[in-house]
């Protein structure tokens, strides 16, 4: 009798045991599949705002800041009808449009790929860091508003005022193209490695990454066909060590 009882108080209690242990197991088969899916669409983001930047800042560098330092150059070099003409058709204001936000990224999504990899949610956010500068491109729209605007009063200075002009003109282009090549490396050398390497992590074997590993192979296809654009290997660090740090 005692027996009897004491079976129909654990069959119930196993049953709820059992039933219990299996809600809390598919709670943390969801939870776990749902934070997977957040890590896969963060490292989606982070390569796509890659590939964008990447792609911008090669159209702006090769087709407006290349071209106007090379323009620049003639024109002091002794080529007065490219300056008149340059002059004439405002082509010395440039860059107008400022840098484009990219700060959508959820902040929980990235908390969760910092739980595996903090080093590389820091290297995106460095990324958007460097990539938003807007310095030297507000400077340039000042400078020209103040000193190339106006044709006559360009006209009316004397020769060694207009080349003082656009030296100063040639040296903020030569610190927007930094910026540039400071991308393109970034990009190159340090976001795109460490993303790529993330994707291909075993923890993403169930999961769905043709659309990262796409755009991964789009990043490296733009860098590949545009090789000339890029600084040579080794760039960050001869920066780095050049300058005064490389006097010292």
Do not use: C
């Not at 045991?17 to 983001?45: C, D, H, M, T, W």
């Amino acid at each position: 009798m005692e027996f009897l009882m004491n079976e129909k108080l654990y069959l119930p209690l196993l049953a709820t045991l059992g039933a219990s242990f299996a809600v809390i197991g598919f709670q943390a088969i969801n939870r776990y599949e749902k934070e997977q899916k957040q890590k896969v669409y963060a490292v989606n983001y982070m390569l796509d705002v890659a590939f964008r930047i990447l792609s911008s800042t090669l159209v702006v560098k090769n087709h407006t800041i290349v071209p106007h330092i090379e323009a620049t150059k003639q024109i002091l070099k002794g080529n007065p009808e490219l300056l008149e003409k340059m002059l004439l058709t405002d082509e010395f204001d440039i860059l107008k449009a400022p840098p484009m936000d990219y700060s959508h990224l959820p902040n929980e999504y990235k908390v969760l790929v910092g739980y595996d990899n903090i080093e590389l949610v820091q290297m995106f956010d460095t990324f958007l860091y460097v990539s938003s500068a807007d310095e030297n491109r507000a400077h340039l729209l000042d400078f020209v508003k103040t000193h190339l605007k106006k044709v006559s009063e360009f006209k009316s200075k004397n020769k060694e005022e207009k080349e003082d002009v656009l030296n100063t003109y040639w040296d903020i282009l030569e610190s927007l193209d930094h910026e540039s090549r400071r991308i393109l490396v970034f990009v190159r050398d340090i976001l795109l490695p460490n993303l790529s390497k993330y994707i291909k992590e075993n923890q993403f074997i169930l999961f769905r990454t043709s659309t990262a590993k796409s755009k991964v192979s789009s990043i490296t296809s733009l860098i590949e066909s545009n090789q000339d654009s890029f600084p040579e290997e080794g760039y960050t660090e001869k920066v780095r060590k050049g300058g005064i740090q490389g006097a010292l």
